[in-house]
């Protein structure tokens, strides 16, 4: 007789292998250069002709600054478009571009040959039973879907100092992740990121040098530093702030910056200094809330694209 532990590590198990055999693992899915999140955004975008970007938030289950950087991407990229909204003249809806619109004929001849040739290797009968069987238990997963399990998640996050046994990878894994969905950075970028964390946590020993992370059972899951070294003349720099999608709007993004401003001024740094992108809107209305000001903008291309560079700087105050 099976028992409840071993259904429930049954079912588990079983849930792994298709995340895994869909290819969910991969940053890309679906044979397109797009990740999970954004292949579904076009699906479901363009299974209903439009969508607002709360709508589309709704059906991805995804909180509101991680669909605005998804839509921004996907704009950037040319996949989606805005147009008036057919029902509220007053607003906008996104729409599949036609550039959105062969990435999705793409997407479900690449899907549907994957489901065909997968129910091919079954007897007719079963196909019923396997359709049913995927449908009852995501009704199921939706029924136990709560606010406060969401909530829960981001009551055990946990912010460290200093340096932790993997940091610089998880640190290079966010930054590409983020920055190849919304302006479509590479290696060269991963290269960069991942190279400078290198060198500076080298130099974690120096007192005028920290880095900050978030953790969450085990996993880490953000970072921001404080570099005093680099820029000389008592200037500090601030770097490598990243943020994972899952925690996006619980306030961690708030407490890093907390973190690496006092940091700042207990340093004695007259200036500190950061840069960063255009049409980084949340990211920039955060910068501003700590007394950051845009001193400088200029076009760059040392990341491997062409993107709009901005420089911020925050003076000390008192």
Same mark, same amino acid.
């Given at each position: 007789?099976?028992?409840?532990?071993?259904?429930?590590?049954?079912?588990?198990?079983?849930? %792994?292998?298709?995340v895994r #055999?869909?290819?969910?693992?991969? %940053?890309?899915?679906?044979?397109?250069?797009?990740?999970?999140?954004?292949?579904?955004?076009?699906i479901e975008?363009?299974?209903?002709? #439009?969508?607002?970007?709360?709508?589309?938030?709704?059906r991805l289950?995804?909180?509101?600054?991680?669909i *605005?950087?998804?839509?921004q991407?996907?704009?950037n990229?040319g996949?989606?478009k805005q147009? %008036?909204s057919s029902?509220?003249?007053?607003?906008?809806?996104?729409?599949?571009?036609?550039r959105g619109?062969?990435?999705? #004929?793409?997407i +479900?001849?690449?899907?549907?040959?994957?489901?065909?040739?997968?129910?091919?290797?079954?007897?007719?009968n079963?196909?019923?039973? @396997?359709?049913?069987?995927i449908?009852?238990?995501?009704?199921?997963l939706?029924?136990?879907?709560?606010? $406060?399990?969401?909530?829960?998640?981001?009551?055990q996050? $946990?912010?460290?100092?200093?340096?932790?046994?993997g940091? @610089?990878?998880r640190?290079?894994?966010?930054?590409a992740?983020?920055? *190849?969905e919304?302006?479509?950075?590479?290696e060269?970028?991963?290269s960069?990121?991942?190279?400078?964390?290198s060198?500076?946590?080298?130099?974690? +020993?120096n007192?005028? +040098?920290?880095?900050?992370s978030?953790?969450? @059972?085990?996993r880490?899951l953000?970072?921001i530093?404080?570099?005093?070294?680099?820029?000389?003349?008592?200037?500090?720099?601030l770097r490598?702030?990243?943020?994972?999608?899952?925690?996006r709007?619980?306030g961690?993004g708030k407490?890093?910056?907390?973190?690496?401003?006092?940091?700042?001024d207990? *340093?004695?740094?007259?200036?500190?200094?950061?840069w960063?992108f255009?049409?980084l809107?949340?990211a920039?209305?955060?910068y501003?809330?700590?007394?950051?000001?845009l001193?400088?903008? %200029?076009p760059?291309?040392?990341w491997?694209?062409?993107?709009? #560079?901005?420089?911020?700087?925050?003076?000390?105050f008192?």
């Open positions: 007789m099976v028992t409840d532990s071993e259904f429930v590590s049954g079912i588990r198990s079983a849930s %792994r292998n298709l #055999e869909l290819g969910f693992m991969g %940053r890309t899915i679906a044979g397109t250069k797009l990740s999970p999140s954004a292949v579904h955004a076009l975008i363009g299974g209903s002709g #439009e969508l607002s970007a709360r709508e589309l938030s709704e289950l995804l909180e509101k600054s991680t *605005s950087r998804l839509v991407g996907l704009i990229k996949e989606l147009v %008036r029902n509220d003249g007053r607003s906008n809806n996104l729409s599949l571009s036609t619109g062969r990435t999705l #004929e793409q +479900n001849r690449f899907a549907g040959s994957q489901v065909t040739s997968a129910l091919k290797t079954v007897d007719a079963s196909h019923s039973v @396997i359709l049913a069987g449908q009852k238990f995501a009704e199921a939706r029924r136990v879907r709560t606010p $406060e399990q969401i909530n829960n998640t981001h009551q996050l $946990e912010i460290k100092t200093g340096y932790f046994p940091i @610089i990878g640190a290079a894994q966010m930054h992740d983020y920055y *190849s919304l302006v479509s950075f590479g060269v970028f991963e960069a990121v991942a190279g400078g964390l060198e500076f946590v080298l130099r974690l +020993n007192p005028v +040098n920290e880095i900050w978030v953790h969450s @059972i085990g880490i953000g970072s530093s404080i570099d005093g070294e680099d820029l000389g003349g008592g200037k500090g720099h490598w702030f990243i943020l994972e999608d899952e925690i709007g619980s961690m407490k890093l910056m907390d973190q690496a401003v006092e940091f700042c207990q *340093s004695g740094f007259k200036e500190t200094h950061l960063t255009k049409g809107d949340a920039r209305s955060l501003e809330r700590y007394g950051f000001i001193v400088e903008e %200029r760059g291309s040392q491997g694209k062409k993107v709009v #560079e901005q420089q911020f700087v925050r003076e000390l008192g």
